[in-house]
């Protein structure tokens, strides 16, 4: 038997000490030791995953040097709140020349593969969510000063968030961290990704008998083209007049939809009463966190957006219903009360355990959304919530096949509800 390695575990994942680390990954077995298997693409390392005290991890043997980089780079990943897998522990082994590194297992993610392929071949909106979320992913890396070094669709985890969905670091071996990234750097990690991407794409394509190298290339390249352009949204300091404040609200106003809060800064570049707008941009919660003040929910950016919309409809439609102004805590308070935890209450048996049920609501407010348009009007949260509970909480990260339930949705029973209804 080998000598027992150097290790290190993080609270709260110090039961993970009785596992036999001073063996080989791969020889680890007996009917204590509770494997799963999951479904995963290409590594060039063994992975496992293992159930310990209820949580899952994944844990991936290294060489030693890759394995001691890849644990400090999550490590810091994790201190400034970026999307990456969380890392519970590393078991060094100088006598081995590795590593087994441990990972708590992102809940309620997806690989691209399992999305992917449960769409039709080819561009669509929803595959445009997710290239969507590779480009924020690589923009918050490079703000932080992170160079990945190995950005593709394989190396990244996706979990859905409202309406879109959000993408996760979950290969570190060849990221390194900086005090800020060159140009010339950010361009370098932004061709990786365009090369990668294409191949994931092409790749897929293949799998499905669609493939179409050129197309996959096209969209590779229109990810870097969204990258662009959101950093120069970020970090461009345009010239103004200082009375123009409705271009001033309106960047502000694009930035807080992209989910980043703004201090603002204007700085006078002449007498003639130019400023220079300059804005210090903190990382994507601008939603999440006006959401949990208002109702103490935490949510992801992009649930909390879809919930703050539904606050401040229900809001509008308690006003016009008593013909007064209601003040916003008032609104939240009877929002939770009256539509939110009820509705959670209605499908969290569909739903079942193990589901987020903040995304879950999400759902049912795009299943709203979806009837709406195909009637006309608003046919409002109670036939949603029923429409989506008739459909079984359909959910691509707990579907068991890749065919999505189709059910034609009766929308004579839906009746000529008054609009204003939420």
């Not at 219903?321 to 009256?338: F, G, K, M």
């Not at 579907?399 to 939420?422: F, K, M, N, W």
Request: glycine residues 6%.
């Amino acid at each position: 038997m080998s000598a027992f390695p150097r290790l290190r575990l993080r609270d709260p994942a110090i039961a993970l000490v009785e596992l036999p680390w001073e063996e080989p990954l791969a020889e680890w077995s007996g009917e204590h030791l509770a494997f799963r298997e999951l479904p995963v693409g290409p590594s060039r390392h063994l992975v496992r995953f293992l159930a310990v005290d209820g949580v899952l991890y994944a844990l991936k043997e290294l060489p030693l040097g890759v394995g001691r980089r890849e644990y400090d780079v999550l490590l810091r990943l994790e201190s400034a709140g970026l999307p990456a897998v969380s890392p519970a522990g590393i078991a060094e082994s100088p006598e081995g020349d590795s590593v087994i590194l441990a990972t708590e297992f992102l809940p309620h993610s997806l690989q691209y593969r399992r999305l992917l392929m449960r769409l039709p071949p080819g561009p669509s909106r929803h595959r445009d969510r997710l290239l969507d979320a590779m480009a924020f992913l690589l923009v918050d890396l490079h703000r932080n000063g992170v160079f990945w070094g190995d950005c593709s669709l394989a190396n990244t985890l996706f979990r859905r968030d409202g309406d879109r969905i959000q993408a996760y670091l979950v290969d570190a071996e060849t990221s390194e961290v900086h005090d800020s990234l060159s140009d010339g750097q950010r361009e370098y990690d932004a061709e990786i990704l365009v090369e990668n991407v294409a191949f994931g794409l092409a790749d897929l394509a293949a799998m499905q008998g669609t493939g179409d190298p050129d197309e996959a290339i096209e969209a590779a390249e229109r990810v870097r083209e969204r990258y662009r352009a959101t950093w120069a949204e970020l970090h461009d300091e345009p010239v103004l007049h200082a009375g123009d404040r409705q271009a001033i609200r309106a960047r502000i106003r694009r930035l807080n939809d992209l989910g980043y809060s703004v201090d603002l800064a204007l700085d006078p570049t002449s007498a003639d009463g130019l400023v220079r707008l300059r804005m210090n941009v903190t990382t994507r919660r601008f939603h999440a966190r006006e959401m949990e003040r208002r109702t103490r929910i935490r949510a992801l950016e992009g649930q909390a957006r879809l919930l703050l919309n539904d606050l401040n409809e229900y809001h509008a439609w308690l006003e016009w219903q008593s013909s007064q102004a209601i003040d916003p805590a008032t609104a939240a308070e009877r929002w939770l009360r009256e539509v939110y935890r009820p509705t959670l209450a209605r499908i969290a048996e569909t739903v079942g355990r193990g589901r987020d049920l903040v995304q879950a609501y999400c759902d049912v407010l795009e299943q709203k959304w979806y009837l709406s348009e195909a009637a006309g009007f608003d046919v409002g949260l109670d036939l949603a919530t029923e429409a989506y509970i008739y459909l079984g909480a359909p959910a691509p990260e707990t579907a068991t096949t890749d065919s999505e339930p189709a059910v034609a949705l009766d929308l004579e029973r839906i009746g000529a509800e008054d609009p204003l209804v939420p």
